[in-house]
């Protein structure tokens, strides 16, 4: 529930700051993008929606991933390998987006000319930042103010303690998805580049 919650802020996040980034841009194909971070706004809260989605800390989605992570290790080894895979490859794939997107040149008129988006569209995004930053306050090792608060429903189930050497692995795994994506795409070129 904690992830699920924490989930929903960062990929909200991600889903309307994609919004922002084809209301300025048409073609909508990330091949043609490039250059993006000249829309600050959208580039700086989909960069935290992106870190927080790896799972990378102190934002939100570390703290939820590293609670599955941990009962994971404690209980299957199998399914925490499967898991930590699942962590590499997001990592990667988000990444991958980020420096198709917004790093290197335009690969387009389109790009070249993209322009930040309006208030109305750019106000919900901070607002969805800001809760990718935040939103494990609920429950930070230690306090577990969520798990407190729904004893009444999930009973006696505790959540399992912050395990720092999983979740110092689990920040390794997210990093080298990230790298892998760096080393592939951020000198990307489309096929047929922009002059």
Do not use: C
């Not at 994506?181 to 047929?192: G, P, Q, T």
């Amino acid at each position: 529930l904690f992830h699920l919650i924490t989930h929903a802020f960062f990929k909200a996040l991600l889903f309307l700051a994609v919004g922002s980034i084809l209301h300025a841009i048409d073609p909508q194909d990330a091949s043609r993008m490039g250059g993006l971070r000249r829309m600050r706004i959208t580039f700086v809260v989909y960069l935290t929606g992106a870190l927080a989605l790896a799972g990378l800390p102190p934002l939100s989605g570390f703290f939820s991933k590293d609670e599955i992570l941990a009962t994971a290790y404690e209980q299957s080894m199998i399914l925490y390998l499967v898991l930590a895979a699942a962590g590499f490859l997001t990592a990667f794939y988000i990444a991958r987006q980020v420096f198709l997107i917004f790093m290197g040149n335009s690969r387009s008129d389109a790009a070249r000319d993209a322009h930040e988006s309006k208030p109305l569209l750019i106000y919900p995004l901070i607002a969805l930042a800001v809760g990718a930053i935040l939103g494990s306050v609920i429950n930070l090792p230690g306090s577990a103010f969520l798990e407190h608060w729904l004893a009444d429903t999930t009973g006696e189930i505790e959540s399992t303690p912050f395990n720092l050497p999983v979740a110092a692995l689990s920040t390794l795994i997210a990093l080298a998805g990230i790298a892998l994506a760096y080393a592939l795409y951020h000198k990307y070129r489309a096929v047929d580049p922009l002059e």
